[in-house]
């Protein structure tokens, strides 16, 4: 009900904004053809910058790392606003069927689901990844992140911003072996009834967990070629289904409920009650431990047929009123410079997009040295056991046959 009432209010000011009709509407902004133009172009303005606030130290890193260094380097000022991003689809849906052609977002941090209904849509400028220089310096398009998000093809209409990895957790002084596949995992909620959970759907990391679970029964291949409807996914991952309702007796209060959000689920985690949590930020331990909430011995953990790992975009609206300094951001943001200082867990913690090949010796040694803590797998152990998402269209289908035949199991 809180979006129907914000898309109606989206279209009611859109409607006054555009003259009542259209007949008013602002004028588009200028498109620049090179990332030189951009660059002198956007010197002195100010760029608007939307995406999901929920957390402190990102917002610190794009305020204080990011925006200050952005106007001493370029003259160009960052205002962020915090809106979730399935939000600020529905304001950009909203103005593009009003016909405003000049908005009042400049760039947006998007993936999955919404960059798929945004593109769909046309609710984006570009291509855009021709006009970034970093982009080809450092990043290049045949890089697999820069194919797809989700499954769905990105033909340039967004850059890597930065990377994400379903990561387990558990104490190493408490377990002296982590479940390395499905099967240790019921082995281990066998041997140790109501102590495992995880977050129901729709919260992120729960409905991540369940996509592992099914890649590691049945397999990426099978859930990613399957058809997108709900019947002939069913038919594949059905045995990952009834893994999970053979699981449900073992679990924290028999599975007849859930956690709401991987929040609760390191609470309880912290109090003792299950032996794991988990988290789609791989230096998550790094952090909970240097912050005294987690036990120091806490470890990180993979499957080892992997864990889903995805990519977190920047794009640029239709209606941008200032695309040139957005594409000075969108440089700046994927410079090795921000991309390592991101990836410090004292600023962030969020892993870099960059090709650790096209780094220089000084970048690189830079990169090295940033010492992250413990508790933490490497990059490289990460990249190694990294699986992609399936189709963001699946993912809501796999949630609702997660509620229907494991929630709803007796």
Do not use: C
Request: proline content about 6%.
């Amino acid at each position: 009900m809180r979006k129907v009432f914000f898309v109606f209010f989206i279209l009611i000011t859109v409607f006054l904004l555009s003259g009542a009709g259209g007949s008013q509407r602002a004028a588009p902004s200028v498109q620049p053809t090179s990332f030189a133009e951009a660059l002198e172009s956007a010197r002195g303005k100010t760029v608007t910058f939307y995406g999901w606030g929920g957390d402190q130290a990102v917002n610190r890193w794009k305020d204080v790392v990011l925006g200050e260094s952005l106007r001493e380097r370029y003259n160009v000022t960052l205002r962020r606003v915090p809106m979730d991003a399935g939000d600020f689809v529905s304001k950009l849906m909203a103005e593009r069927q009003a016909g405003l052609m000049s908005g009042d977002i400049d760039l947006v941090w998007i993936n999955g689901e919404n960059f798929y209904a945004a593109k769909n849509a046309g609710l984006l400028w570009g291509p855009i990844t021709h006009l970034v220089e970093n982009f080809d310096r450092y990043i290049g398009a045949d890089d697999l992140d820069a194919r797809y998000d989700f499954g769905t093809p990105i033909d340039g209409m967004e850059v890597p911003f930065g990377k994400a990895q379903l990561v387990f957790i558990a104490d190493s002084a408490v377990l002296s072996r982590f479940p390395a596949s499905t099967q240790e995992l019921m082995e281990l909620a066998r041997q140790n009834p109501g102590r495992l959970t995880y977050p129901a759907p729709p919260d992120f990391v729960g409905s991540a967990f369940i996509r592992n679970i099914i890649y590691d029964i049945v397999g990426f291949d099978a859930l990613f070629n399957a058809p997108t409807n709900e019947q002939a996914i069913y038919q594949v991952i059905r045995p990952a289904l009834d893994y999970l309702v053979a699981l449900k007796p073992f679990l924290w209060q028999q599975g007849q409920t859930y956690p709401t959000s991987n929040t609760a689920l390191d609470t309880m985690y912290v109090d003792g009650q299950v032996l794991m949590t988990m988290n789609y930020t791989p230096l998550y331990a790094a952090q909970r431990i240097a912050a005294g909430h987690f036990p120091p011995t806490s470890r990180t953990f993979l499957f080892e047929r992997g864990n889903i790992g995805n990519t977190h975009y920047v794009a640029i609206p239709f209606n941008a009123p200032n695309k040139d300094a957005a594409l000075v951001l969108i440089n700046h943001i994927i410079s090795p410079e921000m991309q390592i200082e991101k990836y410090d867990v004292s600023n962030w913690g969020d892993l870099p997009v960059f090709d650790v090949n096209r780094l220089s010796p000084a970048q690189r040694n830079l990169l090295d040295n940033i010492d992250n803590g413990i508790g933490i797998l490497s990059p490289a152990e990460l990249q190694a056991r990294r699986v992609p998402e399936v189709q963001a269209a699946k993912i809501p289908i796999i949630d609702r046959l997660w509620q229907t035949h494991v929630l709803g199991a007796r």
